[in-house]
């Protein structure tokens, strides 16, 4: 099982990040899954079901449910991202840009269906980060840069702190495997890390927990704080 890989190709950061500067502040909405996050984490829809700017939801698109998905108005706005868009040579279906606002935190959790071994890939481009971005799959911290490109394995345990004092925005894409993506992912990759399945399933052991709630408290945040005393009173 692919746990997350790095691809070798590199994005313009200074263009994503005019074409990000120039789409307006109303245009972000917050995420739906409020139960996930503490402070902002907010979308901007670039390819959602309908064409829809103003819905931020995505659904998986394998097994019986196949949603419509287009893109939305805002793409006309964006050349550069479009081209970024037309790299990735397969069906795409949530293209979202994601803002993690400074001190925000994404809980731990596991999105299903959502990994190369189950059909659907998602794609990291951060646009605007900083060294205190702290994204975790498992117990591995991604060390993702502007103008990067990651797959990460999100069916599998993952949390992000936003410990900086600048948001964190990344370029968000999912796509159905084919060939092409099978063939870029045996020769087209930085490094890789592979990880046995039934290893990265078993829960977290006190002393992981530990490190978490030391990584939180190392942010001396309200919501860090409150979610490291949760976590401790877990233990």
């Not at 902002?40 to 103003?54: E, V």
């Not at 599998?156 to 999912?174: A, C, F």
């Not at 408290?217 to 704080?225: D, L, P, V, Y």
Request: proline content about 4%; aromatic content about 8%; hydrophobic content about 35%.
């Amino acid at each position: 099982m692919i746990q997350y890989l790095q691809l070798q190709k590199h994005f313009d950061t200074a263009t994503l990040q005019a074409e990000v500067n120039e789409l307006t502040t109303a245009l972000w909405k917050e995420h739906y899954n409020k139960k996930h996050y503490e402070g902002s984490w907010s979308i901007i829809p670039l390819r959602s079901i309908g064409g829809d700017a103003d819905n931020p939801y995505s659904i998986h698109s394998s097994g019986s449910t196949k949603p419509e998905y287009k893109d939305t108005p805002l793409i006309a706005a964006c050349p550069y991202i479009k081209s970024v868009l037309d790299f990735f040579q397969c069906e795409k279906t949530s293209v979202r840009l994601m803002k993690l606002n400074a001190g925000a935190v994404i809980k731990e959790h596991s999105d299903q269906e959502m990994s190369f071994e189950e059909g659907e890939v998602r794609f990291h481009i951060p646009v605007q980060t900083n060294e205190r971005v702290d994204f975790y799959i498992l117990n591995d911290r991604i060390p993702m840069k502007e103008g990067e490109c990651w797959y990460l394995n999100l069916s599998l345990p993952h949390r992000v702190t936003n410990g900086g004092l600048t948001d964190r925005v990344h370029l968000v894409i999912d796509c159905l495997v084919n060939d092409w993506i099978k063939d870029l992912f045996n020769n087209d990759v930085l490094h890789k890390n592979d990880i046995d399945e039934a290893a990265a399933r078993r829960p977290l052991s006190a002393e992981e927990k530990i490190m978490i709630i030391q990584q939180l408290r190392s942010m001396n945040t309200a919501m860090g704080n409150e979610l490291a005393d949760k976590m401790e009173a877990e233990i």
